[in-house]
């Protein structure tokens, strides 16, 4: 009986290794029979990235873009007291309708800014329950900074700084293009200069008429200004800063008298200033010419009865004859993308006169 035991224990463990086996062999053969998973997709090739640029590339793209013409034979469309928009801050009363950086993106390559400086006030901070709790600093206010919100100042308040580096950021992602900025200036030179020193990049691109030798040879080629990154101008009422970078603008242009009167209908192109007649010659220099075109007091529907056919006959009629047969460098307008309805706007009538040989 032990031995039947026996043999039974081990049939049944030989089956046991058979079927083990059997089981084995089918894994095997399954797996044999299975196709294999594919294999991993190569990665998409990489677009090649651009070749860095170099300098004669810069230099060819500047040339496409400007070719061979001086800083004093382009035009560039200008806003006037550009600060003072319905997107920036809550100002009541505006010049144009779009924030700084909208006109930039839109356009324009000249800035009119007012500059002043503020001193902090405890008052205001209180009555204004903590909404106007700024620092001492030089901001853009349009008359006192501290007289009527909306109208001399906005909240939040804007700083110089903070605009300033708006352009120079809107120049580092544009580098084909050249920015303009006329100062309206009621700081001093070492506040101004503080201000300055605190936007990023801003030393960098700087033109200095100094350093280019501008008196002695003349306005270098805007594709030379690109290709240089010198892209930036600053121009000041004020001579005491030319150290810094900033023009006095009284030294190196020419401009007519801003106002078209209350009724718009001054179209005289004489000169903002009695010593400085808008044909001056000068051996071997020519002034860039700033023409204003805008009325006392800027609104929607004036502005679009000025800024286009009307504009267009002033350049051709009236600033030509005045300045000796040149055109204007700098169109400065209020609510600049205003017209009426006769197909000439702002930026046609500039990129016209980009355009004349």
């Known amino acids: 009986m032990l031995i039947d035991m026996d043999m039974r224990l081990r049939v049944r463990s030989r089956a046991l290794v058979c079927l083990l086996l059997l089981a084995l062999l089918g894994t095997v053969t399954t797996a044999a029979a299975s196709p294999r998973p594919a294999a991993p997709a190569a990665p998409a090739a990489t677009a090649e990235k651009a070749p860095p640029t170099t300098a004669s590339t810069a230099a060819a793209a500047a040339a496409a873009r400007w070719?061979?013409?001086?800083?004093?034979?382009a035009a560039f469309l200008t806003t006037h007291n550009a600060f003072t928009n319905y997107e920036d801050s809550r100002w009541s009363s505006v010049n144009q309708s779009e924030s700084v950086r909208a006109q930039l993106d839109n356009g324009v390559r000249g800035l009119s800014l007012d500059t002043h400086w503020y001193e902090r006030s405890t008052w205001l901070c209180i009555i204004s329950f903590g909404s106007d709790c700024y620092p001492s600093d030089v901001y853009l206010c349009h008359g006192d900074c501290k007289t009527f919100a909306g109208a001399t100042y906005a909240l939040p308040r804007q700083t110089f700084h903070g605009t300033m580096q708006t352009v120079v950021d809107f120049l580092a992602a544009h580098p084909q293009e050249v920015v303009t900025v006329f100062l309206e200036d009621y700081v001093g030179a070492d506040q101004l200069q503080a201000s300055l020193g605190r936007v990023r990049g801003l030393q960098d691109m700087v033109f200095r008429p100094d350093?280019?030798?501008?008196?002695?040879?003349?306005?270098?080629?805007?594709?030379?200004?690109?290709t240089s990154g010198r892209r930036l101008l600053i121009f000041s009422d004020r001579s005491d800063r030319e150290h810094l970078g900033v023009?006095?603008?009284?030294?190196?242009?020419?401009?007519?008298?801003?106002?078209?009167?209350?009724?718009?209908?001054?179209?005289?192109?004489?000169?903002?200033?009695s010593?400085?007649?808008?044909?001056?010659?000068?051996?071997?220099?020519?002034?860039?010419?700033?023409?204003?075109?805008?009325?006392?007091v800027p609104?929607?529907?004036?502005?679009?009865?000025?800024?286009?056919?009307?504009?267009?006959?002033?350049?051709?009629?009236?600033c030509r004859a005045a300045t000796g047969g040149r055109d204007p460098n700098y169109v400065s307008v209020d609510f600049h993308r205003?017209?009426?309805?006769?197909?000439?706007?702002?930026?046609?009538?500039?990129?016209?006169?980009?355009?004349?040989p």
């Not at 070719?67 to 034979?73: A, C, S, T, V, Y």
Request: charged share 25%; glycine share 10%; aromatic share 8%.
């Open 67 to 73: 070719g061979d013409r001086r800083l004093d034979e």
């Open 211 to 226: 350093q280019w030798g501008v008196r002695q040879h003349g306005w270098p080629k805007v594709a030379d200004l690109v």
């Open 247 to 273: 023009m006095y603008d009284k030294s190196w242009t020419v401009s007519n008298f801003w106002s078209l009167g209350d009724l718009g209908n001054d179209l005289s192109c004489v000169s903002r200033w």
């Open 275 to 296: 010593d400085v007649p808008l044909d001056r010659q000068e051996p071997g220099f020519r002034r860039l010419f700033t023409m204003s075109h805008h009325r006392n």
């Open 299 to 318: 609104t929607v529907l004036t502005a679009a009865l000025d800024n286009g056919a009307k504009l267009r006959s002033r350049i051709a009629e009236q």
């Open 338 to 356: 205003l017209s009426d309805g006769s197909g000439h706007t702002p930026a046609s009538i500039v990129a016209e006169l980009g355009a004349r």
